[in-house]
């Protein structure tokens, strides 16, 4: 690793893309990740030619600029003759770092097609950008999109994701204690509108005892549905958690 190792703390967010940008590509590319950063993330990408632009030589100077400013991290030695079997590895590196992969343009065998799927493995988010449908560019951007990847036209499509997926879980529902629960008989009040419930519930076709349950809205209802006179009748029930009921005539009155 070369620069400043305290960069790896902060939340980061790749940019990636095709190596033969188009010129709409290279400006989104410029835009978003400066509007990313803007946002108070640190933007990784692969240092290749085109949207992740210290291979090739044209990016020395880059190179040079962010050793200083930011930070460079590689699993081979420096000065390594870049092959084609290293570029998966630092794709990998590259989705492992952030928190979401953000593709701007790719053909169909892009490497960042790559790592997008690397991202999704890592548990990442995967954001492209959409393109037109004549642009061979776009084709791989389109079809993360067809696959579930949040479509992706500005900085803040990036930033209300992941602000959403750090959101707290919500509470957890406490424990019932069953054993404090009334088992107290309904009252007449209660009988009177639950009997009307249960035999709107009711048709030729067997029901459900939770369905009726749902249906009748007392409280409680399984108590209700037990109490006298409006008990269960009919033939034995054909399967288990079927109410058993055949017609309004099977609820004793």
Known sequence: MLGNRHLLTKKAIA???????????????ERIARDLGAGGLLVVSGLARGIDVVYPKENAGLYDKIKE????ISEVAAGTQPQARHFPRRNRLISGIARGVVVVEASPRSGSLITARMALE?????????GAAVDPRAKGTNHLIRQGAILTESADDVLQALNDAERAPLKDMEDIDFKRISLEPPTLDELGPARGEVEKSL???????DEIIRNCQC????????????GVGGPPRAA??????TDRSAVKT
């Open 15 to 29: 940019v990636v893309g095709a190596r033969n940008a188009s010129a709409n590509g290279l400006n989104f590319a």
């Open 69 to 72: 400013q930011g930070a460079i």
């Open 122 to 130: 890592q548990n990442r988010e995967v954001f492209a950008v959409p």
């Open 203 to 209: 048709s030729p076709a067997p029901t459900l005892v």
């Open 219 to 230: 409280s409680p209802p399984r108590r209700v549905l037990g109490a006298p006179g409006i």
């Open 240 to 245: 288990s958690g079927q109410s058993g009921f």
